[in-house]
């Protein structure tokens, strides 16, 4: 219970929570062609027609690599066109914010975490807008299990920020090479949203549970703020209400899952 101003105990807020399904399921990519797909939509874009105008977005899901491979994560882009995204070589993990022309030209901001993880572990992603002199590898941020952890800037002289597109938002993939082979569940989106470590905190649940991200609630705001959230459990269906259903490639497929939650 929280105490607020000199109210009475009828108005003291409890602290709630707001949890969703338990996954039994996720989805399965085997490596080699297998990904799923969201189609473009502007809201997925977290900036506006102009440089420098780059809003704030954040991801979160449950991933377990199958090894310490070159895997995806997420993305957006069609062809050398990126906007954002995120990726593992080996032992390092990667996240791009770009402006469509690809990281040969430098035109990218990147930050990168140096962990193997390949059990499941919940990802968080965070990027603070807006772009120009403010995109610096301080506006991102990394967390592993609800916690905040230490990564590095590298390469990119870009100060722009994002771009925005007409390539679809990929799961599991950024390129062919670097297909996931593991299993992903409860992919949620938010944009014009940073989430802040409490949120994230909340979010992951100590392990032991799903939040529903689209109820705010005393320790988390960005309900209203959800563009895209597939639990992955029953189907490929986007339950923001946005309707941004996924479709398979390959061989991708829901899986019965065991899961430590």
């Not at 030209?105 to 499941?120: A, F, L, M, N, V």
């Not at 996931?180 to 949620?188: A, P, S």
């Amino acid at each position: 219970m929280l105490g607020l101003g000199n109210g009475s105990a009828n108005d003291i807020p409890t602290r709630v929570v707001h949890n969703t399904i338990r996954n039994e399921s996720s989805v399965h990519l085997d490596g080699s062609g297998d990904y799923l797909t969201v189609s473009d939509e502007d809201l997925l874009s977290h900036s506006g027609t102009e440089s420098a105008d780059d809003t704030s977005f954040s991801v979160t899901s449950w991933v377990k690599r199958d090894g310490v491979n070159n895997d995806s994560w997420f993305g957006k882009y069609s062809g050398g066109s990126v906007e954002y995204r995120v990726f593992w070589v080996g032992s390092k993990m990667y996240l791009d914010v770009m402006d469509g022309s690809g990281s040969s030209g430098g035109d990218y901001r990147r930050k990168i975490y140096p962990g193997s993880e390949t059990e499941w572990h919940h990802l968080a992603v965070v990027i603070h807008g807006p772009g120009g002199e403010s995109m610096s590898i301080n506006n991102i941020q990394f967390y592993i299990n609800g916690i905040e952890v230490s990564a590095t800037g590298q390469g990119g002289a870009d100060l722009e920020g994002m771009t925005p597109g007409s390539g679809d938002l990929f799961i599991g993939r950024i390129a062919a090479s670097y297909d996931l082979g593991g299993n992903i569940c409860q992919f949620t989106m938010w944009g014009n949203h940073a989430l802040s470590a409490s949120e994230v905190e909340y979010l992951y649940a100590g392990g032991a549970a799903h939040r529903d991200p689209t109820i705010s609630c005393l320790d988390y705001s960005g309900g209203d703020k959800v563009v895209l959230w597939l639990p992955l459990e029953d189907d490929l269906d986007d339950y923001s209400g946005n309707s941004f259903d996924a479709t398979a490639s390959g061989n991708a497929a829901l899986t019965t899952t065991s899961t430590p939650f």
